[in-house]
């Protein structure tokens, strides 16, 4: 069983940028697919990114396309989102989420895909 700890959240102004970690333990972290997600308050959890176990593939919603990246570090267990170009609409907790199995594009953009989930970093952009 995979334990994920996100961290790197905090207050930002828009136009700026952070890093986000997700520091995985347990298990064999390159065996997992990895995927980040986020919540704004009153909204359901949606897809931001999403990277396969080599980091090669890589996948992002259309709204953070271009100005987020997802990658990922085997050798330390750890998957980043770097967050940049920030707007106040990018307020939310984000979470990062693995699973074994998601092999198809629809699969990894599926919050119901996940088997893992850490508990989340907060994100507020300011305007």
């Known amino acids: 069983q995979v334990q994920l700890e996100e961290s790197g959240g905090g207050l930002v102004q828009a136009g700026g940028s952070l890093r986000l970690s997700c520091a995985a333990s347990g298990g064999t972290f390159s065996s997992y697919n990895m995927g980040w997600f986020r919540q704004a308050p009153g909204k359901e959890r949606e897809f931001v990114a999403a990277?396969?176990?080599?980091?090669?593939?890589?996948y992002y919603s259309d709204s953070v396309k271009g100005r987020f990246t997802i990658s990922r570090d085997n050798s330390k267990n750890t998957v980043f989102l770097q967050l940049n170009s920030l707007r106040p609409e990018d307020t939310a907790t984000y979470y990062c989420?693995?699973?074994?199995?998601?092999?198809?594009?629809?699969?990894?953009?599926?919050?119901?895909?996940?088997?893992?989930w850490g508990q989340g970093t907060l994100v507020t952009v300011s305007s």
């Open positions: 989420a693995a699973d074994l199995s998601t092999a198809t594009t629809t699969q990894r953009m599926s919050a119901g895909s996940y088997d893992y």
């Open positions: 990277c396969s176990r080599s980091g090669t593939f890589t």
